[in-house]
């Protein structure tokens, strides 16, 4: 019986596609979380009932209240010097690559209970980069991935890029040759693909020819979370404050703090006397507040709490152009029963990430040009990716191809679906 699967591991979301023995070409996602074919890239190590939570338990628990450290993000650990250090776990050192390898092996093993059979043989999907402009680094990640995957029990490791990944589940609903921009918006990442798609061509073995041309950034929707936050969050905590020597509140701990997979680094005796010395240092009693709120919040562990926020401020702006973040848990020792209610206009997210959206849009441009394709050529734009939901973003997207058909894939099942695909394909 073949044993092989297609792992999505994404930065924020992930699915495991198979062939489901008996069906004809299409690959099904299996349920990994209830009923819910994606697991969310989290683990909460739960230090009240002495357990580790995934997906939307560990989120659950976290919310809950409970004692214990929360990991999301970590796909944007592979790559970086971060991968070989640690973070602390009940007082124990948990290295990064261990955190890893608990959330790869729980995907496997969900997704044998699921299917009722063993997987040893997998297809990952990869980010066109990993790192930016860095091969060396790039190399290093999808070797550390391979390892990963490999000391969790996949004895055979292969390859895909997530964008044709998308591409080979896009292939198998059409019925005639399309040139097809495959946009994938993820959470770490934002991914292209210029192919050239028809039932003919899926049969063949290679494909090399068919593929016009590949490119992506390391931008995706935690990278939107960040700036939202930035700009419209972290101020309410003394971002920009100015201290009695006329200079601003040092910004890096607000930069970790907005960044998903640096909000730990924040919970450290070193951090709370830093803030509480510019705390005593400050005169503005605005400022103060702020930095109460600061503290209370790093007390607390709601570091999480405060990004689920601007996450959930950033979905909501998807289809609102006006909304309300109530942000309960944001309070000064001094102010208890006051509530931050920010309010939020699509134009302040639009302009908070003006900058990584040209970003995204210089990417696409490249793979047009690399490919010496025009967009007049292109078909079809086919959108997968939670972040491809960022109404402004498509809107520009589609409007450098005004001429194409305009797709939307399963925005979370694309890339999981191509990938089990093609595992039974090189497999089999
Ligand atoms: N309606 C929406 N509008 C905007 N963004 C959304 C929406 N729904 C989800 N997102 C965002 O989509 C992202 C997750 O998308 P997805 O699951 O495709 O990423 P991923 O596959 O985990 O990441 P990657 O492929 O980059 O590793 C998150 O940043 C999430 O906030
Ligand atoms: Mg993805």
């Known amino acids: 019986m073949l044993q092989a699967c297609g792992v999505d591991f994404g930065?924020?979301?992930?699915?495991?596609?198979?062939?489901?023995?008996?069906?004809?070409?299409?690959?099904?996602?299996?349920?990994?979380?209830?009923?819910k074919y994606t697991l969310p890239s989290v683990v909460f190590f739960n230090a009240d009932e002495d357990e580790v939570n995934f997906g939307r338990a560990a989120l659950a628990s976290y919310l809950a209240g409970y004692e214990g450290r929360l990991m999301r993000s970590m796909k944007s650990l592979l790559g970086t010097s971060l991968i070989d250090g640690q973070t602390e776990v009940q007082g124990r050192a948990l290295p990064f690559r261990q955190l890893l390898a608990s959330y790869i092996g729980e995907l496997k093993s969900r997704a044998e209970k699921s299917s009722g059979q063993a997987f040893t043989q997998a297809v990952f999907g990869r980010p066109v980069h990993f790192i930016d402009d860095d091969r060396k680094a790039d190399r290093v990640a999808e070797d550390t991935l391979k390892q990963i995957a490999r000391s969790v029990g996949f004895t055979e490791v292969e390859f895909q890029y997530e964008p044709i990944a998308a591409a080979i589940d896009y292939e198998s609903r059409i019925d005639k040759e399309e040139l097809v921009l495959i946009a994938d918006i993820g959470g770490g990442t934002s991914d292209f693909s210029l192919v050239r798609l028809s039932p003919e061509r899926s049969q063949h073995t290679n494909r090399q020819s068919d593929i016009l041309g590949n490119g992506g950034v390391h931008i995706g929707g935690t990278d939107f979370d960040k700036y939202l936050s930035l700009t419209q969050v972290m101020p309410l905590l003394g971002l920009g404050g100015i201290l009695n020597n006329g200079t601003e509140v040092p910004s890096a701990h607000y930069f970790n703090l907005a960044t998903w997979h640096t909000i730990n680094l924040l919970y450290s005796q070193k951090v709370t006397r830093e803030l509480q010395d510019i705390y005593r240092d400050t005169g503005n009693s605005d400022l103060r507040l702020r930095l109460e709120r600061f503290l209370h919040l790093l007390e607390q562990r709601d570091g999480h709490w405060l990004a689920i926020k601007a996450e959930e401020a950033k979905i909501m702006l998807s289809d609102q152009d006006r909304i309300s973040l109530h942000l309960d848990r944001l309070r000064s020792k001094?102010?208890?029963?006051?509530?931050?209610?920010?309010?939020?206009?699509?134009?302040?997210?639009?302009?908070?990430?003006?900058?990584?959206?040209?970003?995204?849009?210089?990417?696409?441009?490249?793979?047009?040009?690399?490919?010496?394709?025009?967009?007049?050529?292109?078909?079809?734009?086919?959108?997968?990716?939670?972040?491809?939901?960022?109404?402004g973003l498509r809107q520009r997207i589609s409007a450098m191809l005004p001429e194409a058909k305009k797709v939307e894939g399963d925005l979370f099942g694309s890339i999981g679906a191509g990938l089990g695909l093609d595992a039974y394909r090189r497999f089999s």
């Open 11 to 35: 930065t924020s979301n992930s699915t495991v596609g198979w062939h489901q023995p008996g069906q004809a070409s299409q690959s099904a996602l299996l349920t990994l979380e209830d009923d």
């Open 334 to 391: 001094t102010q208890t029963s006051v509530e931050c209610i920010l309010t939020l206009e699509q134009t302040d997210f639009q302009s908070s990430i003006a900058h990584l959206m040209e970003q995204i849009e210089t990417a696409i441009r490249q793979v047009c040009i690399s490919a010496e394709v025009t967009a007049r050529e292109i078909d079809t734009v086919f959108f997968t990716g939670g972040s491809s939901g960022v109404r």
